[in-house]
């Protein structure tokens, strides 16, 4: 790709930075009055890896597991994998099989697939198929390329999880897709879903089978971070290029077959108490905007629903990791498995 010259980037804005800066939001940031280090960035991403790590050993993925399924290019270090990993359940259903796929985050710059597993335990052990799901990264991808490119991830994911079922069963497969997205991997999930359904026809082996989305955390307008640290990965140039890859477009100009889509599967927005003040604006504003576009939650059609969720006394980080130990200590992680209907 060629890079844009970051003196074509729009200024950087400190307030506006400062409200979209996860790190410096994060608990022990804010109350322990601690620094703002690239080693508390780096401690952050070795967390997720080592809870990664751990899920990958356990008993029931060691030998059951398909780890780096690849679906597109090989990326040089630190570009970001276009693989994923992939976890059976420890109990196998044999009327409904539930996929969680999961999207990371890292502002579209950082993290992989080795930092992505880290919840896979818990949602087999719930009875459900857990997918990591990662991608290359910008700058070496275009922000407005990772949902073409998570659109046919998800086409691969969608055919290796039926071979699989049907190895492993000897029956015809009943998939339930749940598209969970953290961060600007929630920008992701929603871009996908879209760009899918607009495509008329050319995804419809994976979308028919999208159940629900569960969006923690995310970013839906990003206008904002054309203005912040961020941008010099993104390297969006413009308020109407941001607007372009921001998923309440969508919303700002719905049409009827938007609305359909929409109602097509069931919604969970949540974030954290103490995310950053810009995180929280925007998962409020798509909560409104999705009950705009659905009617009041007494209107919504049977199959839609829309709830949300506030994660206390966590922030952007530590509601991600406490996925880990599961529904006991995490209240993020027994809300989604209560709105997936594992349990």
């Given at each position: ?169 000897h029956i015809t497969p009943n998939i339930k897709i749940h598209l969970v997205g953290h961060s600007a991997g929630a920008q992701l999930a929603m871009e996908t879903f879209y760009e899918a359904h607009f495509k008329v026809g050319q995804y419809k082996d994976w979308l028919s089978a999208v159940s629900s989305m ?130």
């Amino acid at each position: 790709m060629e890079a844009v010259a970051s003196d074509k980037l729009p200024e950087l804005d400190t307030e506006i930075d400062y409200l979209y800066d996860t790190v410096r939001w994060l608990k022990e940031v804010k109350f322990n009055h601690s620094g703002v280090t690239g080693e508390e960035r780096q401690r952050l991403a070795q967390v997720l890896k080592t809870q990664s790590d751990i899920c990958r050993a356990t008993p029931t993925a060691v030998g059951h597991c398909d780890f780096g399924v690849p679906y597109g290019q090989k990326a040089g270090h630190k570009e970001g994998s276009e693989a994923f990993d992939w976890f059976p359940p420890a109990v196998w259903k044999n009327d409904l099989q539930h996929v969680v796929v999961y999207i990371h985050g890292g502002f579209w710059r950082a993290l992989d697939l080795p930092e992505s597993s880290h919840w896979a335990t818990p949602i087999t052990r719930a009875g459900g198929v857990f997918v990591a799901l990662a991608y290359r990264l910008a700058p070496w991808q275009p922000l407005h390329d990772m949902p073409i490119s998570l659109c046919k991830a998800l086409s691969h994911i969608y055919s290796h999880t039926r071979k699989r079922i049907q190895q492993i069963l000897h029956i015809t497969p009943n998939i339930k897709i749940h598209l969970v997205g953290h961060s600007a991997g929630a920008q992701l999930a929603m871009e996908t879903f879209y760009e899918a359904h607009f495509k008329v026809g050319q995804y419809k082996d994976w979308l028919s089978a999208v159940s629900s989305m569960i969006l923690i955390s995310g970013l839906y307008d990003l206008r904002p971070l054309i203005h912040t640290t961020a941008n010099a990965a993104l390297r969006l140039t413009s308020s109407e290029q941001a607007w372009n890859c921001s998923p309440l477009r969508y919303f700002a100009n719905s049409s009827p077959r938007m609305v359909q889509c929409t109602q097509s599967v069931r919604w969970l927005i949540a974030w954290a108490q103490y995310d950053p003040p810009g995180f929280i604006e925007q998962s409020k504003c798509m909560v409104a905007e999705l009950h705009k576009t659905l009617g009041n939650p007494a209107e919504i059609a049977p199959l839609s629903e829309v709830e949300t969720f506030c994660v206390d006394n966590e922030d952007h980080f530590t509601s991600i990791e406490g996925l880990h130990y599961g529904a006991a200590t995490s209240t993020l992680l027994r809300r989604i498995v209560q709105f997936l209907r594992l349990d």
